[in-house]
DNA sequence: GTTTTTGCAAATGATTTGCAGAGCT
DNA sequence: AGCTCTGCAAATCATTTGCAAAAAC
């Protein structure tokens, strides 16, 4: 099919079979395109969007279709494996883990942090309570400018 | 121009003198589109997209082209009159006040509300100081169910 | 009268879909 | 064999842009 299926008919090595049952346990078949393409995403920090994704896979030999892209991040999102951030005219995808957190987003950087929902005294729950709304602590985002970036303007300003 | 420009040169009636002050000082000029937009969607509960917006001002009689919706929108929103939500395809607009407030967004009923910032213990500072990121209290968004859908599904579900 | 805004139509860009072939069970 | 997944190309949908007429200051 692709560029690289010559290689084996599957390729086992690594901690390919981790990300295999990653799937799985998301209640999804751990096809050979869902398999590069959660290996492809699961260590930025960045979401990355369906193109950018595209590139880098084409980048490592995999010759993966652009609906295929498509429809491989539709489905780990869905099965809450990442999380989708809409935006700037496109969706980018990110790494979405299985706590109790909201993702605290640089808009001078990119970089996603994921805070975890319970070192704060438990904001979310005093939301519920005395909002008369209940959260979902995996679809909260707060945006903003992480450490890093406010040190550099810093810099840039005072010297 | 449009079917409602034979009216008369501007319609200073009610607020809408209120509305171009809004504007004012929001650092744009009054045009008329961007009053009517600005009418159109001040009172809605629940973000509007460019099209349904589009309907919405052509039902008044405001004759206005789908650019200068989308000329308007963005206008708005940029000077911080409006909030943008990102998601579904397109990009949604809601009225956002001055004070500092997050957004209760429900996924049910897709109201939007604003709640204050400040009412739970200040933790946007917390997250500051704790996280090394200094958030923007009106770029925050919780998704979630709100209290009057989360009494409908129980309604529904026992009964 | 000059500058800004608007409308239209065409262009762009992201995403989806139809469909036939490939891959896995 | 049967069902799902994939790739390609075409279709769709939201949004942007070029440009000339219209409106505002």
New binding site residues.
């Given amino acids: 099919?692709?560029p690289d299926?010559a290689t084996a008919?599957?390729e086992p090595r690594g901690d390919a079979d981790e990300v295999a049952a990653r799937l799985r346990s998301a209640g999804?078949?751990p096809?050979?395109?869902?398999r590069q393409v959660l290996e492809a995403i699961e260590h930025r920090q960045r979401p990355v969007?369906?193109?950018e994704l595209y590139v880098e896979l084409a980048r490592r030999g995999?010759?993966?279709?652009?609906?295929?892209?498509?429809?491989?991040?539709?489905?780990l999102a869905e099965a809450g494996l990442l999380h989708a951030f809409?935006g700037d005219?496109?969706?980018?995808y990110r790494l979405c883990t299985a706590g109790r957190h909201y993702h605290l987003v640089c808009r001078r950087c990119g970089t996603v942090r994921e805070y975890p929902a319970d070192d704060d005294g438990a904001w979310l729950d005093r939301i519920a309570a005395e909002a008369d709304f209940e959260p979902d602590p995996r679809k909260a985002e707060v945006q903003g400018v992480c450490g890093s970036c406010l040190r550099a303007d810093r810099n840039g300003t005072d010297g």
Same sequence: chains 1, 2.
């Fill in positions: 099919m692709g299926s008919p599957c999804l078949s096809t050979r395109r869902r969007g369906a193109h995999h010759g993966v279709g652009m609906s295929t892209v498509y429809r491989a991040l539709s489905a809409a005219g496109e969706t980018r």
